[in-house]
């Protein structure tokens, strides 16, 4: 089920009905404070609303003033072992600090920790990790992984509670995609509190995104989920374009253009994976929502893909291209992009109008085609 409380990380709801945030974490040191912003902007262009920054040392914590007052979105402090940097992250105004009660130092310094967000207002994220669950935990994970992340999770929310501290959001995740998606459901039924979804140490683009489409996607679809990370070993600009790609995909949040492209076949004229990706590179360009097909030919690619604003149709030497279901022009096959984005760039000067039309289905001639 959807989680009942609300938290305010600097300003972006999260949990309690409000829309999916998409959070990332830098891969820079923290205290080279430049480098750090200059990825958070790059990251904030990319449409994040949360970023989160490793604060292992106190050159990290000195680095966090400048940081916070020139982050375009919230900053999220990473603390493990040491309350100390927790304590003084949110002296330097951070948004959030993500914790793990069970290695933090003890009862003691977890109540000095959250009797300093009680003081400052500060929300934290609290949870288990399949990679480093407590010692007590670690001998179930083999028969119950599940379970184990599970109950994990609960023991830290049980130390919040008893300090009557509820300010919190909480992941259990895993880098086993049928184990993450496990555990999140029986959280769910079990906290009234936001869960932060995420498949850990995903992977490389390609497969990591797979198994995060799958983990988060199955999760978000089932109403479990209130904010997200796509952990991937890639520049974390390409964790945002994952996570929207999930959220366009299930209709819940979108993020700039969205491209539709057939795959390839033996009755194309042209290089449909050429031709998309320099489409797609040239959409990255755009904040406005809006949807292009890219078709190899005009035997079935325009019909399919008739719903959208714009698109081409490739051929042997000239395809097509067509707007909200119409047929445009007939243009030479080297001109297709170019006049494409001509047509985008108009129709955005003209205010973005959509024709009422009901769901149709463009039928093209073939051009240099088989049908």
Known sequence: MASERQISVGGVLIGGGAQISVQSMTTTKTFEADATLAQIVRLAEAG????????????????????????????????????????????????AVRINPGNIGGADKVRMVVRKAQETGTPMRIGANSGSLPEHLRWTATADPIGALVKAAMEEVEVLEELEFHDFKISVKSTSVPVMIGAYRALSQLVPYPLHLGVTEAGTLVTGAVKSSIGIGTLL??????????????????????????????????MGPEMISCPSCGRTNVEVHELAEIVETRLRGYKEHFEVAVMGCAVNGPGEAGDADFGIAGGRDAGHIYAHGEVLKRV??????????????????????????????????VIGGNA
Request: proline share 9%.
């Open 48 to 95: 994040v609303d949360i970023v989160r920054v490793a604060v292992p040392g106190l050159p990290d914590v000195a680095a966090l003033p400048q940081i916070v007052a020139e982050s375009p979105v919230p900053i999220v402090a990473d603390i493990h072992f040491n309350a100390s940097l927790a304590i003084r992250a949110m002296d330097a105004g951070v948004a």
């Open 221 to 254: 679809e089932e109403g479990i989920g209130d904010t997200i990370r796509v952990s991937l070993s890639v520049d974390p600009v390409e964790e945002v374009r994952v996570a929207y790609d999930i959220l366009r995909a299930l209709g819940l949040r979108h």
């Open 332 to 365: 030479p096959q080297d001109e297709l992009v170019e006049e494409l984005f001509a047509e985008v760039d108009r129709w955005i000067a003209d205010g973005m109008p959509r024709p009422e039309r009901g769901r149709r289905k463009l039928s093209l001639p």
